[in-house]
């Protein structure tokens, strides 16, 4: 089981994703970006030296939405959210392929990971519920 955390950054109303490059797993898919935890790393220090390896950013996990568990063909990802604060910088990408700040209802016409999906249903209801 690989625990994987990923970020929802917000700002302005909208929300990144990047598009994984054709290099790595899951070629293609859009994603909230992320990645492994590394042991001995809180979930919300493993985020933050993620997106600031990733994408150059700084970001603050505020709240941990439900994790999801999803089987890929050797391996299963547990994938654990937060939703994030933009703390500043200017989004350099390291490894994907593109990013994209999206409002929430452009959210289900992108191409994402599996495991993502009951994510975005998960972020699209608390959106909803804010008014
Ligand atoms: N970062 C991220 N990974 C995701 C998401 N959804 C999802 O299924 N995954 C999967 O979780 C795993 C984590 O991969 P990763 O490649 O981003 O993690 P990493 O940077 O720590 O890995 P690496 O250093 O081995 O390349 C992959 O199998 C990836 O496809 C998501 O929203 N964000």
Redesign the pocket.
């Known amino acids: 089981m690989?625990e994987?955390v990923?970020a929802i950054v917000e700002q302005h109303g909208r929300v990144l994703l990047t598009q994984?490059s054709e290099q790595?797993?899951?070629p293609m898919l859009w994603?909230?970006?992320?990645?492994?935890l590394e042991s001995g790393e809180t979930e919300q220090q493993a985020l933050v030296r993620?997106i600031k390896e990733?994408l150059g950013i700084d970001v603050e996990p505020y709240h941990r939405l439900e994790p999801v568990q999803?089987p890929?063909p050797g391996?299963t990802?547990v994938?654990i959210p937060y939703l994030c604060q933009y703390n500043g910088g200017v989004i350099n990408l390291l490894e994907h392929r593109a990013y994209r700040w999206a409002t929430p209802g452009e959210l289900p016409g992108f191409n994402w990971?599996?495991?993502?999906v009951p994510i975005v249903e998960t972020y699209l209801k608390l959106v909803k519920n804010r008014g």
């Open positions: 690989i994987v990923c994984r790595m797993r899951e994603e909230f970006p992320g990645g492994k993620e990733e999803h890929y391996h990802v994938l990971c599996p495991a993502d």
